[in-house]
């Protein structure tokens, strides 16, 4: 107010001798101008007024203007001083101040500056004694919104310049985006294109490359896809930023609507410094997944937990491929242990969500819809997955634990499809986006009484909820306006109106499956439990635990390795540094993996009436290739894939007569055969346990147990 009282004071005594004179001209002196203009433009510094404008270069970039001045602290449009004055439309940049804002800050199109009268020849050849230019070595590119500027209410003249700049900024992130998918057509073509060139040379293969171009037209289709979605999602947070800065702000915390804590969930904080204690995987051992798994084996031994190398590194490999997982195991076996140990191990969130028998459906595993509260109720699943949501980088395992004492097949079918999904981040559907909108406007509905009923009683515009009960006027005016004739009765709906409102914040209609979060089953196989049907089989990855007191433990120790490093803290891993859902490799009979896999399921599983499809054939070579990855040897990954996917689903009669005409019990022997051809020069300290002598002990056990082969008996 001081600043603002000398200004006026200055202003005055200027005009002192002028007092009949006419309004400002040219014949004015440039000092009795810029009070004039700092005065109108709300300016507290004469010498220094300072604006935000959007730089347009001329056509041959050599000079510019800035457009549409905002004051430069409080964000407000500026306006003509005088009425014949353009000044507030269009300031000129000289060509040197363009060079050197290119010099420090590259293409911007948002600026901050001083600004100087231009000189009395060109003021005169404007006709506009207003008229300005840049001030030298002032102008910097706008490379934040300041503080001072805030979201105050919906009538803001900030608020336009505010929503531009979030326009113009989510439309360079969709350029950004839309190069890089542009990028991926192109190589998708060009590999068409080869596709092509070979069909012409290689008649032979004909079938094979039709049904490849058919694969890559796929792709391109899926891309197309990718792009129209992140598309439409960019779009939609536009549209969303625009609502929530006009319909929402400081005024619905007023009234009690929502909490401050509710907006900083709708705009997260961007670009927070990851705060977990622990080394960085980055900067240590970047890549190196058997590096990772000796610190993760030393870093638990330390604490009193003991695994086996070659189970970490499975684990990790099984992690990578981002398919379920499902530890199975007798009690105590260390199978939930291992998913919090490594959580913990890598920095990252658990959590355990325990299976109750009575599961049946997916609303026992996701939560439900209450239409008569209008409320979502959720399940510890989806919390954990919301969580994870709000921290993307930051890796998140959910623990289903007892999996199976309910039938997999009937709470997490819907699931099960879609993490079948692996060009992009499936959708998860919770309630009708309809419920979203009827949220939105009742709440519109509610601002516009209230503001109507503050306006009548003669409240101010940041009167809260409570200022308005409490005024006997403004209480009485808005339950007239919304129909309602007691008190009791407009609490009610507000706290309805907040309900909706904070449920609809907390708990969407839908989002994507977050990226970051890996889900791990883990089950007993017991008489109070289900076995887990051929669906489920067919879709997941088994490892089997062990009773961990038969392990000799004077021989783990030995694999443990000496780190320079602090082991009591965690390795800290990015969410990407685990791997991201990728497309399955595609089924090349020329690969000699694809030819092995299709050779054990032809001559021995379909006998057998053992289902082994595409589908888990590319699973298997997903695995294979991630554990080229981490350097476990094409022998010990193999050994690992029967394990995982062939051998749990032998549950079968060896005494019947297989559809070939042979004995079952031969099929398998023969099946025992082929494998310990095809894994001969096995390094058994690399894996938990032998394939093929697991296979032995199946059939043994087949003996005692009135000839049932039964991988999942004891």
Known sequence: MASDLTIEHAFDVTRGDRSDQEP???????????????????????????????????????????????????????????????????????????????????????????????????RRKRGDPFACKVRRGTLVALSHTPESWGIRSIDSESVPLLVEIARQAIDERLADETAEANEKLCAARSMLEEVASEKQLLGDEVGRLKREVSERMECIEALNSQFMHRRDALEIRVRELEALLRERGERMIALDLVDKADLEKVFPHIGKPDERKGHCYGEVIAGNFQRLASYIQTHLWHKGIRYTRAQLLDFITLLRTN???????????????????????????????????????????????????????????????????????????????????????????????????????????????????????????FLALEEEARRRAGLPGDASFNDILMHDEANLELRRLAGFQEADTLLNHHAKIRRAISGLIDIPAGFRFPSNVWIIGAINVDETTHYLSPKILDRAHIMRFRNPVLLD????????????????????????????REEYPNFDQADPHVRLLVGLARNYLDPLGVEFGLRAIRQSLNYIRRGEEAEIGAVTALNNVVLHKILPKIILDVEKVATNGQKRRNVLISLRDSLAQALDGLDQSKVTESAVEALDQLIARSEGNNGIANFWAR
């Open 553 to 580: 433990w004077d021989e783990v120790e030995g694999e443990l390795e000496e780190f320079e490093l602090d082991l009591g803290l965690p390795m800290k891993l990015l969410a990407t540094d685990i791997g991201t």
């Open 24 to 122: 400002p001209s040219l014949t004015w002196s440039e000092a009795d101008l810029r009070k004039y203009l700092a005065r109108e433009w709300d300016q507290y510094d004469p010498a220094h007024i300072r604006v935000i404008g959007r730089l347009r270069l001329a056509e041959a970039e050599s000079f510019g203007f800035l457009e549409e001045l905002h004051h430069a602290e409080t964000g407000t449009r500026l306006g003509s001083p005088l009425g014949n004055s353009r000044v507030h439309q269009r300031v000129f940049v000289p060509a040197s101040e363009i060079k050197d804002l290119q010099n420090r800050w590259g293409t911007t199109t948002y600026t901050v500056a001083e600004l100087d009268l231009s000189p009395l020849e060109e």
């Open 323 to 445: 398919d379920l997982i499902v530890l199975a195991g007798d009690s105590g076996s260390g199978k939930s242990s291992l998913v919090k140990a490594v959580a913990a191990a890598v920095g990252g969130r658990c959590t355990i969500v325990p299976v109750k028998p009575n599961w049946t459906g997916s609303d026992d595993l996701l939560g439900y819809y209450n239409p008569i509260e209008r409320r979502y109720h959720p399940s510890q699943f989806l919390l954990a997955l919301l969580e994870a949501a709000r921290e993307p980088e930051i890796p998140h395992f959910i623990c289903l634990d007892e999996m199976n004492l309910a039938r997999v097949e009937y709470y997490f079918a819907d699931f099960l499809s879609l993490l079948e999904t692996r060009g992009e981040a499936p959708w998860i559907h919770l309630y009708s986006a309809a419920e979203e909108r009827q949220a939105v406007i009742d709440n519109k509905i």
